[in-house]
């Protein structure tokens, strides 16, 4: 696991500093949040005080802080975690919430343990799970991708570079439905169309935030689409769709910080499966790894 970026990443050109900046933490400032007597994130220890000072539903717990044992169902531990977080948003611990639940589990296809808003899901550093869709075209010269550039009034990356498609995984939807809600959303795919969508595996990174940690996990999905598809964007997230050829994206991620900052992460997931980075360039084991914390 890489724990932090090298000191000449900041400014440098380079497909690896974008790795590396995925997976910047340092955990010794963390104490473990558990429910159930099973760890489902990290808190940072000021925060933890701050939750033990709060009281119910926070108690001690080994160091770290847990929910009260009392709360023995999903539903109980989602109430009360959700009354907790209005307090600590009116205070201005946590900024306003998102009114989407995100799943809380050991890991994936587990029981949920409970359901937490979206907002809050770092500051409990609770892995967050997405998905990410690659649209791609082949042309005479080659394979292209589209780039959506993300909407100036954006909270996250405003104006930056992304997938396609792209979006977390609420609560109480499978991958399957949140791929074509998602895909319909951010470019106007019909559900036949977006169900051509082939999974082609996911990537994990370990990111420390002003807010906590992110412990993200990605599913991801290669797209091949007619080459007189053109995106069409619904939701207001992205302001336009640009159809590139891998050259020119490649040189973009690699000299740039123009992209979203885990997007950076899927396109070279893409560049390796698609040939275009080969194990030739002197970065690709450590891409390799890197891509699976």
Known sequence: MMSG????????????????????????????????????????????????ALGAPFVPDAGGVALHPGLTGPEARTRAVAAALDRLVADGTIPRLRREMYAVSESWGRPVLMEMDRAAVPFFGITAYGLHVNGFVRAPDGLHLWVGKRAMDRGV?????????????????????????????????????????APVGVITYLMEQDKGLKPDVLFLYDLELPADFVPRNTDGEVERFELWPLARVAASVRDSDDWKFNVNLTVIDFLIRHGWLTPDHPEYLDLCRGLRR
């Open 157 to 197: 990356a405003p104006g930056q570079y992304d997938n396609l498609v792209a979006g977390g995984q609420p609560a109480g939807l499978s991958l399957a439905d949140n791929l074509v809600k998602e895909a319909w959303e951010e470019a106007g795919l019909s559900r036949e169309m977006a169900m051509t969508a």
């Open 5 to 52: 970026m090298h000191a000449n990443d900041r400014h440098a050109t380079g497909f690896l500093r974008h790795v590396r900046a995925c997976n910047q933490h340092d955990l010794s400032g963390f104490r473990p949040f558990s429910i159930a007597g099973i760890t489902v994130g990290q808190v940072r220890l000021g925060f933890m005080e701050q939750l033990l």
